[in-house]
């Protein structure tokens, strides 16, 4: 059956550091990864889409890394900031299907 | 900014009422979503709709019910409300031929 697995465990990490957040997934075949970000008790918000032809995407602090061969795709923030506490959730998409399905999610702490 | 707004934000209710959701979107999107996301879970999809008239079920069985007469409005319903109901419930949409969802605030549902 598909899987979509995150960091299991939540990530903690100093103000200013580099965060990185794993995807893997199997039993798909993503045309497409895109990357949310949720905070509590609100619904997620697009960052990031990285198509199986780009292995590097960036977008200001953020960039995101999709490596169909290992089925992984990584997410980092730069220069990490507590505002950037959140839950980090990523969904593989293929082309053929009709809905998007996320992964549970990272929930990332930055401290000050 | 997405403009996509679910109503209410919070709802406590007791067993056996009916209740709807309300989601509304002004941005003209085709495609409408409802998820279900339990705390610290990930997000699973319980309806979906491709345009006026048309709805689907999602991967997670759902005792609910949606409607979409309208582009804009896509309502969830729930003829008979069970504590087993308690959840949030995220309404999206996306615009045809676009990967990226818009979400809404989410409802957050206790059923009492």
């Known amino acids: 059956s598909q899987k979509i697995e995150q960091n299991s465990e939540a990530l903690n990490i100093q103000e200013g550091k580099t965060a990185t957040l794993t995807c893997n997934y199997t039993n798909y075949s993503p045309a497409y990864l895109q990357w949310y970000r949720q905070d509590p008790g609100r619904g997620p918000v697009f960052l990031l889409l990285?198509?199986?032809?780009?292995k590097e995407k960036r977008k200001e602090r953020l960039k995101v890394t999709f490596d169909t061969t290992l089925k992984q795709s990584l997410f980092h923030i730069t220069a990490s900031q507590p505002a950037d506490s959140a839950t980090y959730l990523c969904?593989?998409?293929?082309?053929?299907?009709?809905?998007?399905?996320f992964g549970s999610g990272t929930q990332l702490t930055v401290l000050p | 900014e997405a403009d996509i707004y679910q109503t209410p934000r919070y709802l406590v209710i007791g067993t056996g009422k009916k209740i709807t959701l309300e989601c509304s979107q002004t941005m003209g999107h085709d495609k409408m979503y409802w998820y279900q996301q339990d705390p610290g879970m990930e997000l699973h999809l319980i309806h979906y709709s491709y345009g006026v008239n048309s709805t689907e079920k999602g991967d997670l069985s759902s005792e609910s019910t949606v409607s979409r007469i309208r582009t804009e409005h896509f309502p969830l319903t729930l003829e008979s409300a069970r504590p087993s109901h308690t959840s949030q419930y995220l309404c999206?949409?996306?615009?045809?031929?676009?990967?990226?969802?818009?979400f809404g605030s989410g409802t957050q549902l206790s059923v009492l």
């Open positions: 999206a949409s996306s615009e045809s031929g676009s990967e990226k969802l818009f």
């Open positions: 990285i198509r199986e032809n780009e």
């Open positions: 969904a593989p998409g293929e082309s053929s299907a009709r809905q998007l399905t």
